[in-house]
């Protein structure tokens, strides 16, 4: 049974920095892809970044720069460092994991078997 358990979420002012962590079970972490995505209020989810199982990653650009994802596969986590946070940061994000044997990073959403519960960041102005 496929599990995680994200942490991390919460509320800052715009300027600060927040970091989320997605601890995985259940299946083979070091081989999967990881990606975190978000879903700001009122509008559909869209992709943030992804790590491959090679540590490969990329990132939309509105986040590049401000936002840098790693993992930690002794640990099954994928780990989401949020800095310079904006108010259009404010979403719900989740982690995601797939089974698609792949060296790159995936950016599409239907490449994901796997989904966390989502954690909300808020940001303040």
Known sequence: QVQF???????VQAGGSLRLSCTASGFTFSRSPMAWFRQPPG???????AVS???????????????????????????????SLKPHDTAVYFC????????????????????GQGTQVT???
């Open 96 to 115: 995601a994991g797939s089974r698609f044997d792949s060296v790159l990073p995936l950016v599409a959403e239907l490449s994901y078997d796997y989904w």
């Open 53 to 83: 199982r090679t540590f490969a990653t990329d990132y939309a650009n509105s986040v590049k720069g401000r936002f840098t994802i790693s993992r930690d596969n002794a640990k099954n986590t994928v780990y989401l460092q949020m800095n």
């Open 123 to 125: 940001v303040s102005s």
């Open 5 to 11: 358990v994200e942490l991390g979420g919460g509320s």
């Open 43 to 49: 509008k559909e989810r869209e992709f943030v970044c």
